[in-house]
C-alpha cells in the first residue's frame, strides 16, 4: 500500500421507459446480483454473473431470451462500472466500451419473439492489473412494435462480469482527509483508491486525538481495482475547535495498513 497525499455493481439491472422499458435495481461490485425484471417482458439475461480466472479466449457465456411478442434487434456490449465513492454502488458507463479487451462472440442479431441464444463473452487481451470487473449490457430494441402515445419501449438488462486475476495483488493508495455533509451532518472521509487487482472489501477503524478524541469502526466499502472511494471516520459534530491527528488502521483481506493524517476544525 503505497500511503502517498494523492489528488484523489454489480449485479444485474434491467430497464425501460420513454426510451428504456423499468425495472432497475441498484447494484453492489460485490454483493450476490439481485433479481431485476421488466414488468411487460423485455429481455432476459442468464447467468447474471460471468465469472472466470482472467485469460485469452472465453470467459464464459450469457443467454438472453427475449420474453416479448416481437422481434428485437439486440446488441451486447461490455462496459466498465462508474463507482459512487460513498455508497460503493456501481452503474454501468453507457458511454465507454471495453472492446479492446474483451467483447461479445455475437455483439449485434435478432431475437425472435421467445427466441433464445447463448453468446460467448471473449477476452481479446489482458486488461491493465490482469483482472477486471465489468458490466455486460444488453439493449433490445423492437423492429416491428407500434408506438403507444409515442412510444416504443426499448429494453435493457445488464450482467456482471468477474475476470479475477491469476496473481492476486492487494495494493492501496491513501489520499487527503477530507469532509462531506454540513452542519450536524459533517463527517471526515479519507478517499482510498485500489491499485491492485482484487475485489477484497476494505475497513479497519480510525483514532482522533486533540481536543476530542474518539475512536470509530469504519464500514467495509468495496473498491473496483482503478475507482477511489471514502472511508467515512464518522460525523465530528460535538468535536471542539483545534488541530486534530487521525489515525486510520486500515485492512483489506490479510493485509493491515496505518495512514496519519492532520485536520484543524
Do not use: C
Not at 403507444?148 to 495483488?169: E, F, M, Q
Amino acid at each position: 500500500m503505497k500511503l502517498g497525499r494523492s489528488r484523489h455493481l454489480a449485479g444485474a439491472v434491467a430497464l425501460a421507459a420513454a426510451g428504456l422499458a423499468t425495472g432497475g435495481v441498484i447494484a453492489q461490485a460485490n454483493d450476490a446480483a439481485p433479481r431485476a425484471k421488466a414488468s411487460a417482458g423485455g429481455v432476459v439475461l442468464t447467468p447474471q454473473t460471468v465469472e472466470h480466472t482472467a485469460r485469452k479466449g472465453s470467459l464464459g457465456s450469457i443467454t438472453l431470451k427475449n420474453t416479448t411478442t416481437d422481434t428485437l434487434k439486440v446488441t451486447v456490449r461490455v462496459r466498465p462500472w462508474i463507482q459512487n465513492r460513498i455508497t460503493g454502488q456501481v452503474d454501468p458507463n453507457y458511454n465507454v466500451s471495453l472492446s479492446r479487451y474483451v467483447s461479445a462472440s455475437a455483439s449485434s442479431f435478432n431475437l425472435g419473439a421467445g427466441a433464445s441464444r447463448s453468446v460467448s463473452i471473449i477476452q481479446r487481451r489482458t486488461p491493465p492489473g490482469g483482472s477486471l470487473y465489468a458490466a455486460i449490457e444488453a439493449l433490445g430494441k423492437p423492429r416491428n412494435a407500434k408506438a403507444r402515445n409515442g412510444i416504443i419501449p426499448n429494453y435493457r438488462i445488464v450482467g456482471r462480469l468477474r475476470a479475477n486475476p491469476a496473481s492476486k495483488r492487494v495494493s492501496l493508495r491513501a489520499g487527503r482527509v477530507g469532509f462531506i455533509g454540513s452542519g450536524a451532518g459533517r463527517q471526515v472521509v479519507m478517499p482510498i483508491r485500489n491499485t491492485g487487482n482484487t475485489l477484497d472489501p476494505i475497513g479497519g477503524s480510525v483514532s482522533f486525538t486533540g481536543p476530542t478524541g474518539k475512536t470509530n469502526a469504519l464500514k467495509a466499502i468495496t473498491p473496483i481495482p482503478g475507482q477511489v472511494v471514502n472511508l467515512v471516520g464518522g460525523h465530528v459534530a460535538g468535536f471542539k475547535k483545534g488541530k486534530y491527528t487521525a489515525r486510520w488502521s486500515i485492512t483489506q483481506g490479510t493485509k493491515r495498513y496505518t495512514a496519519v493524517r492532520t485536520f484543524t476544525l
